[in-house]
């Protein structure tokens, strides 16, 4: 048994355990994710040639994790769109525009987890609701879970990194320009990586 739900596409006819890890179940409760210790970043591939890297440098959330009932787990992330940081003031400029995300009229993007699976192993696969600007469209998730720890100030902390890909476009995000040799200068695909310290904030 996982921290999420096994996936139910199993072919065994053998009955299932009933057993609970007692190490996952010691596990159960709620989670808010330390933004000191946690990163979400992005990457794009810029004129056909190079991926441009960034991240975002304001963001909070929550995780629910329940070692006894997997299903019962969930996540919520908020995201300022204001904090994206390419290292480039006049590039972050341009996709907080209209442009792009539309910062002044949309100023946060938003996931709420709806479902998640066990993999096998440390390998766990969560699927929500991210919603830019004003569309809202199912996002995947693949995680690994990196563990748990009480850190020296008596936190009692889980970890997970995990990456999704997604295609801009399908959120509104369409701007682009022309090159000359052809291509575009703003690839469509995104890739976005995950890297989540989270404090138990209470037990089940």
Known sequence: MGLFNRSSNATTTAPASTAVDPALAALTGEYTIDPA???IGFA???A???NVRGSFTDFDGTLKLDGTDPAASSAAIDVRIASIDTGSADRD???RSADFFDAEQFPAMTFRSTRAEALGGQDYRITGDLT??????PLTIDLEFNGSATDPFGNERVGFEGAAELLRSEWGLTWNAALETGGVLVSDKIKLTFEISAIRTTDS
């Open 48 to 50: 056909m040639v190079t």
């Open 93 to 95: 400029n341009h996709l």
């Open 37 to 39: 210790h946690s990163g």
């Open 132 to 137: 830019v600007k004003d569309v809202t469209k």
């Open 44 to 46: 794009a591939r810029h």
